[in-house]
């Protein structure tokens, strides 16, 4: 297993360094979210023995308001997508590369999009504990609110956020001593604060979106690409029945609907190898 090399550099020198294998990169960005921080894996770190047998470069980075990340303030669902952009731009990837974003992992789901039957999110609504109820209608109609409502005393807050385990599927509770290492950088990963990490993600997810993602078209009409979405049918945190209808709807999407698996499913053995080898190679 490669060693890991930490080094900033600035923007001009990331569009020319030579990508040494596992390196941490500061891209300064002003047009968006300032300077992101990012980690470029070459080697073997976390995918195994994949990484090399498909010649995979990975290039990750800390989200504003993550790690060494710049908060960014006037965060929206569209700057994420603009700073992916840039950051692709500044690094030169090429272009063609692929989005982690195009192999969604049980995606959290906005209860208040429109493309929804009314119904159908209700009821998949309701199926969150009392308290998650609350924090979600706080983060959506009240947002300047939610920092306080997920670290006052009185009523219970957030339970995802709290990093509850009542909310997680026999198979999750297996699979959360595999979470023990990510766990323990914790802290690292939220040094902003907790409201300029997971308080502003709530806020941009389950704020009042521009469209409605039942309203897209397919970004890959002549098979150039493919859109991915897996999803356990015992997520207890994510209903399954929304992610239904939303592939029901797109049917462009590649559904993966994974029986007995809860929220954590990609931890399990030989997960993380499946779901690579079926962006890439299209592997069933």
């Not at 493309?115 to 209608?137: M, V």
């Not at 009240?142 to 509850?164: D, E």
């Not at 049917?251 to 079926?278: Q, T």
Request: overall charge negative.
């Amino acid at each position: 297993m490669a060693g890991v090399v930490n080094r900033k550099i600035s923007a001009s020198s990331a569009r020319t360094h030579t990508r040494e294998a596992n390196q941490k990169t500061t891209v300064n960005k002003t047009s968006v979210s300032g300077h992101l921080d990012v980690e470029e894996i070459r080697a073997v770190i976390f995918c195994g023995e994949i990484v090399i047998e498909l010649g995979i470069y990975i290039v990750s980075f800390d989200r504003p308001g993550y790690g060494e990340s710049d908060p960014n303030p006037k965060r929206t669902v569209k700057s994420m997508a603009l700073d992916i952009e840039e950051l692709a731009d500044q690094l030169e990837l090429g272009s063609k590369f692929y989005v982690i974003g195009a192999g969604l992992l049980a995606p959290v789901v906005n209860y208040w999009w429109s493309g929804f039957p009314g119904n159908l999110s209700g009821e998949a609504y309701n199926q969150q504990f009392r308290q998650d109820q609350w924090a979600l209608r706080v983060a959506h109609y009240i947002p300047w609110l939610t920092y306080w409502w997920n670290t006052q005393k009185l009523f219970p807050s957030s339970s995802v956020a709290g990093h509850s385990t009542g909310t997680l599927s026999p198979q999750d509770q297996e699979l959360v001593p595999k979470l023990t290492q990510r766990i323990s950088h914790m802290a690292e990963v939220k040094q902003q604060g907790a409201f300029e990490s997971i308080h502003r993600d709530m806020i941009v997810g389950f704020g009042d979106w521009e469209f409605s993602p039942m309203d897209l078209e397919n970004p890959f009409p002549n098979n150039e690409g493919s859109v991915h979405l897996w999803h356990g049918d015992d997520d207890r945190i994510v209903p399954v029945t929304l992610q239904r209808y939303i592939a029901q709807q797109l049917p462009w999407i590649h559904y993966h609907e994974i029986p007995g698996a809860g929220h954590l499913f990609a931890y399990a053995d030989g997960m993380c190898d499946s779901i690579i080898k079926a962006i890439l190679t299209g592997e069933k």
